[in-house]
């Protein structure tokens, strides 16, 4: 059984990516370390102990990631994360406090032990900034070798960004993060907005988890449902809400459900269109690409897994 990572900005769609992680017999998610974005990483590592103590997995570790980009003095949450994730992060729903507390080891830390102890076994997959694993590669870069593979949410190769038309939400926290993984080397797989925003969730989806009357069924439906309101303002034209956290999940488990590009990437850190996601000239030519692009996904195999995944947890959860 493969082991899995999550690193984490928790707002709504990466709480749908624990449920899809726990609710997969394929992986063991051996824990999630904590980062910021959607919200503040106290906020963040509050919210992942809440989730995974509601959905019957309180065995699951938390670990405290870096607060801000390391060129960074501090972070602040923007007004258009609140508007689509809530203050809290989860859609403005109230779940009850766990009573455990993330653990005294760096998120750092973890992933290079995690790297070192299972290797190949170990995929890692990242769906806020990517300040944790850039640290990590700093302090032991040979775990660029020795990890089987990192699959994250973030960038936009093919269509324009979210932040800028360039730029992507998660990529745009910590460019100079982002850019010292896509040319590490090390084994990487961008799911960005080029697939994320085909994948698409409805009022008709959370009403099957409303039905199921569970709390964790319930809690899933009326989180969600605060984020498809959110992108009946900010995308209109989508008609749903983009699973875009829980699709490198998915992704990570079972690569066949979407189609890449292989090109090796780099990330623009300086200039007007720092933030952007784009092929590496220098290394266009190299015969080793160590990244793959997602371009093309199979939209409903992956939304009926999706679906069924989640909603068999949430049921058994109760």
């Not at 984490?8 to 997969?24: E, K, Q």
């Not at 269109?273 to 692009?293: A, E, F, P, W, Y």
């Not at 371009?295 to 195999?301: C, E, N, S, Y």
């Amino acid at each position: 059984m493969k082991k899995m990572i999550l690193d984490l900005d928790t707002g709504v769609d990466d709480t749908l990516a624990i449920s899809y992680a726990l609710g997969s017999p394929e992986v063991e998610l051996i824990g999630i370390t904590g980062t910021y974005g959607n919200v503040l990483l106290e906020q963040g590592m509050r919210n992942d102990l809440a989730i995974t103590d509601l959905l019957g997995h309180s065995e699951v570790k938390v670990y405290p990631g870096l607060p801000h980009a390391e060129k960074a003095d501090s972070f602040s949450v923007l007004p258009v994360s609140e508007f689509i994730h809530g203050k809290n992060g989860i859609g403005d729903i109230e779940i009850p406090d766990s009573s455990r507390r993330p653990e005294s080891q760096s998120a750092v830390d973890f992933i290079i032990d995690a790297v070192k102890t299972y290797g190949d076994d170990l995929v890692y997959v990242p769906t806020g900034p990517m300040t944790n694993i850039a640290a990590a590669l700093r302090k032991a870069p040979e775990i660029k070798d020795r990890i089987g593979k990192i699959v994250l949410m973030g960038g936009a190769l093919t269509v324009c960004g979210n932040v800028s038309a360039w730029t992507e939400a998660n990529i745009s926290q910590d460019p100079d993060a982002a850019n010292e993984l896509f040319r590490s080397g090390a084994p990487v797989t961008m799911v960005g907005l080029d697939v994320t925003l085909q994948t698409l969730l409805t009022y008709k989806e959370t009403k099957r988890w409303r039905d199921l009357g569970t709390k964790a069924s319930t809690f899933l439906a009326d989180m969600t449902d605060f984020y498809i309101k959110a992108y009946e303002t900010t995308s209109p034209h989508l008609g749903g809400c983009g699973l875009h956290d829980p699709l490198a999940v998915a992704v990570a488990i079972d690569p066949t459900l979407v189609t890449t590009l292989p090109i090796n990437m780099q990330v623009d850190v300086d200039g007007p269109t720092r933030g952007r996601t784009i092929g590496d000239n220098t290394r266009l030519n190299d015969s080793h690409k160590s990244m793959q692009v997602a371009v093309g996904v199979d939209v409903q195999r992956f939304l009926d897994e999706f679906m069924t995944r989640i909603s068999r947890l949430a049921e058994q959860a109760g």
